[in-house]
């Protein structure tokens, strides 16, 4: 029957749809950004931990102020350089956006100084001057694509709350594409996504250019979509990335289309080092894009985990992991909390393991010792072990774990 209706009946059952699956997890939701929520305030900074987020944007500025950036497209890239401050009660996991003006930095996350950078000469001058504050052979950047329905504080907010509970070292940098940030504007983001591909590889290149020892790509949502195109295009293009400075590609909550996602990866060829897919088979979210879609399957709540790894892929499955957002669409900023308690943990379980599923903390693990392969198969050595036994940080299932939990950022000493 539902094939039969109208485009307008169509849409009107697609927001009843909506309206019961998601309307219970808005309930649950904190309250968005305000419209200045990137008004820059004055803030003691010993009261406060202080995070630097580079910007590399396909969205057009914003005047008004404590906007920055709104939803609408543009055709060339924009850059921007912002200072975050985190109030010292933050707590794990959590985004603490403001919501009302003037921010409270005892209480909320606040910017304490912003700028737009004109050139991609200006944001690489950025990225070099960040990356020198680590020493050679530790300088590590990590690019965070953000999903479907984002606005811009809300991606920028994100990417802070990850960086700070994770504490590992490395310069992040923000891709933000134009999404409207409105749930009615699915179809509209789809579109800007694939808009901003171009845009995506471009940053990607700048960022490997940079001087970078190693350089990891974290997307969450659609920006998986945008992500896989944009290195799909890298690798056909004849100018591949080069893999001794590839870190992971951490793929959370993919909204793509399982087989479009197989299609991707038939045109690229089996990854040298596999995909980290995090996925959850009760995301919300992806169920309403599942309908939309026609009822296909989207890649973050596939857990026919033991396909994917054959495909190439490190599957995480939080299917059993009880979320902070009522969506279930964001598990993976919990990961960075959890690193402490997951990362030896972790790794001690995948060594005894072999190529088993590995459960951590709830959290099921396939596909680890594929990690090892490649490092094996690259040269290098999968794993060195001191006198006491004890694993190096050199191991690959070690590194791929820190990644993980660690929201993308991949700490070597």
């Not at 409105?182 to 001087?211: H, K, M, P």
Request: aromatic share 6%; with cysteine; charged share 20%.
């Amino acid at each position: 029957m539902l094939r039969g209706a109208s485009r307008g009946s169509r849409r009107g059952v697609a927001w009843l749809f909506v309206a019961a699956v998601l309307a219970p997890a808005l309930a649950g939701c904190a309250s968005r950004p305000g419209d200045d929520a990137l008004s820059v305030i004055e803030v003691d900074p010993v009261s406060i931990s202080e995070h630097t987020i580079l910007v590399a944007s396909a969205r057009a500025r914003d005047p008004r102020p404590g906007v920055f950036y709104n939803g609408e497209r543009t055709p060339e890239l924009s850059f921007a350089k912002v200072e975050i401050g985190v109030p010292p009660t933050h707590k794990p996991g959590m985004v603490e956006a403001p919501t009302r003006s003037p921010p409270n930095p005892a209480t909320d996350m606040v910017v304490l100084e912003a700028e737009y950078r004109d050139t991609p000469k200006q944001f690489s001058a950025d990225l070099k001057s960040e990356l020198a504050k680590y020493p050679a052979g530790k300088r590590q950047a990590v690019i965070f694509v953000h999903g479907y329905n984002t606005l811009f504080s809300e991606a920028l907010y994100r990417l802070t709350q990850m960086v700070e509970d994770s504490k590992a070292p490395g310069v992040p940098v923000l891709f933000t594409w134009a999404s409207r940030g409105e749930i009615a504007d699915y179809v509209y983001d789809t579109n800007s996504a694939t808009a901003a591909r171009d845009r995506l590889e471009e940053t990607i290149r700048l960022v490997f250019d940079s001087g970078a020892d190693q350089v990891t790509i974290f997307a969450h949502s659609m920006g998986n979509w945008v992500t896989v195109e944009a290195l799909r295009q890298i690798q056909i293009s004849g100018r591949p990335l080069p893999l001794n400075k590839l870190g992971n590609i951490i793929l959370a909550a993919p909204d793509i289309d399982v087989d479009v996602f197989k299609s991707q990866l038939k045109r690229m060829g089996k990854p040298p080092k596999p995909f980290i897919v995090i996925v959850s088979s009760d995301d919300k979210a992806l169920a309403f894009s599942d309908f939309i879609a026609g009822d296909k399957p989207r890649l973050g709540a596939y857990t026919h985990d033991t396909e994917l790894v054959e495909l190439g892929a490190v599957v995480i499955d939080m299917s059993k992991v009880k979320s902070t957002d009522g969506f279930n669409h964001a598990k993976f900023a919990q990961l960075a909390e959890l690193a402490p308690q997951l990362r030896g943990m972790l790794a001690r379980a995948a060594q005894s393991n072999g190529g088993t599923p590995v459960e951590v903390a709830g959290i099921q693990f396939s596909g680890l010792d594929r990690m090892r392969a490649a490092q094996v198969a690259a040269g290098l050595p999968a794993h060195s072990q001191s006198s006491a036994g004890e694993t190096h940080q050199n191991d690959p299932v070690v590194d791929t774990a820190t990644s993980i939990v660690s929201a993308g950022a991949v700490a070597r000493p």
